[in-house]
């Protein structure tokens, strides 16, 4: 039973694109690994700016500096 998990910033992300994310996600592993879609389980987080960070900074702060 594979287990996908993505996280994205919370960023309107509409819930149609998180459709699409999953059914694309869940074909590649049919394509890909021959897994069976009925066992395969995908989530998506969604993790606010100021709780993701890269390279010391939050992403919140790093768009405001224009990174």
Same mark, same amino acid.
Request: include cysteine; charged fraction near 25%; hydrophobic fraction near 35%.
């Given at each position: 039973?594979?287990?996908? #998990?993505?996280?994205i /910033? ?11 994310l999953?059914?694309g996600?869940t074909q590649?592993?049919v394509?890909v690994?021959?897994? #069976?879609?009925?066992t /395969?389980?995908?989530v998506?987080?969604?993790v606010?700016t ?5 390279g010391?900074e939050?992403?919140?702060v ?5 990174c």
């Amino acid at each position: 039973m594979p287990y996908v #998990n993505i996280k994205i /910033t919370r960023e309107g992300t509409t819930p149609e694109q998180k459709a699409a994310l999953i059914k694309g996600v869940t074909q590649l592993l049919v394509d890909v690994l021959d897994k #069976n879609p009925n066992t /395969t389980v995908v989530v998506i987080d969604e993790v606010g700016t100021d709780n993701w960070g890269i390279g010391g900074e939050s992403v919140t702060v790093r768009r405001r500096s224009g990174c």
